[in-house]
């Protein structure tokens, strides 16, 4: 913990108590409440988390009034424009920017564990084709905690580095099989000598039967999703994560379960959920229909990609997701795209629009991200399951952070109890 800054004074029922405050190195002070029950027998209560630290971190910052995000304290505009993927995981994993050495070192080991186990092919026949990828993943990732034994031990600060590695290297080729089993392909093996980036699109476009040459364009766009979507703080999937975590659960395991949160159309799901809107509404005209109705409290449709708990303005990934539409599909050639050109109406008319600007309503990281990845040949199905892939890294840091943390606990909340208090069973014929 860093030192105590101050002090919160709390009266109620006659009480008085004082409450340690804290200081971030940015961001606003917290009122240490973690005595508070012991102290004076009441709970906090905040559903949602909206006013709850969870945890110390030193890992991603998001500054939501001004909407700024840094990694390890560096802007992710600036990470997306000249760093890389897995630079940017070495950056989060260990707190500093890598020398030559260490970037080669850390590249070195991460493309050396891409491989899954074969006897891991076999649990994809089990699925039906038709299965979201999604929940594919979920056991596959998990079922991975049944071949590598030897980075379990979650006290061992080696075989948690271990973990870490492997799951960011065969987390993409997890995500490629799972795409061509749902197309019935056969499965690619990954191939070393190609880019992280590079790799995952060969993985999943690649066919035994013909040559595949990765579109360094299109590996460099995927190569910065994979950067935007890296880590973000607490959120719903990190949060589960670390819950997982908390128990002393094996890093596949905690991993599955925040593939699990994350396929929720409120969080990664949107991705998915936002391109399938986009096209339903298909053109420029039909836009004020679908604002009506993200405008209307009796129906629940809200507009997706829209919006965001601590973003009170600009996601900033949104606004290099943009740039990077305009620019993929420009290379591509199909600038005209009709779900681009409604993405654009569709943000033009919200931002003016005062039940979005009063709400502080912006376009998030999942209102372009699809355009980009449908360009580059995913089905909608694909889109929840990259976002798993390229936030594999942030879960996987915060869970090494969450255990060497000397003052970490099992996550245990209490609750506001509205149940029955204590009545006698009645026997079935008397009831
Ligand atoms: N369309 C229409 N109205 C909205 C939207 C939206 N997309 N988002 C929020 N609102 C309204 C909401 O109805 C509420 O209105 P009121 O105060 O009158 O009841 C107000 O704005 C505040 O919304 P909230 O649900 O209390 O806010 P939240 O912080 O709990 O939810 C959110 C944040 C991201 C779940 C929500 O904005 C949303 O459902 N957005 C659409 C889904 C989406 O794009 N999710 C991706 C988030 S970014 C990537 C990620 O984290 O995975």
Known sequence: MPDQTGTAKLSFAGKELELPMYSPSVGPDVIDIGKLYAQAGVFTHDPGFTSTSSCESAITFIDGEEGELLYRGYPIEQLAEKSHYLEVCFLLLYGHLPTAEEAEAFEFRVTRHTMVHEQLLKFFSGYRRDAHPMATMVGVVGALSAFYHDSLDINDPWQREVAAIRMIAKVPTITAMAYKYSIGQPFVYPKNSLDYAANFLHMCFAVPAEDYEVNPILARAMDRIFTLHAD?????????????????????????????????????????????????????????????????????????????????????????????????????????????QVAKELERIALEDSYFVDKKLYPNVDFYSGIILEAMGFPTSMFTPIFALSRTVGWISQWKEMLSDPNQKIGRPRQLYTGETRRDYIDVEDR
């Open 232 to 340: 973000h703080e607490q959120n719903a999937s990190t949060s589960t994560v670390r819950l997982a975590g908390s128990s002393g659960a094996n890093p596949f395991a905690c991993v599955a379960a925040g593939i699990a949160c994350l396929w929720g159309p409120a969080h990664g799901g949107a991705n998915q959920a936002c391109l399938e809107m986009l096209k339903e509404i298909g053109t420029v005209d039909r836009i004020p229909e679908f604002i009506a109705r993200a405008k209307d409290k009796d129906d629940p449709f809200r507009l997706m990609g829209f919006g965001h708990r601590v973003y009170k303005n600009f996601d900033p990934r949104a606004k290099v997701m943009k740039e990077s539409a305009d620019e993929v599909l420009g290379l591509l050639g199909i600038e005209n795209n009709p779900t681009l």
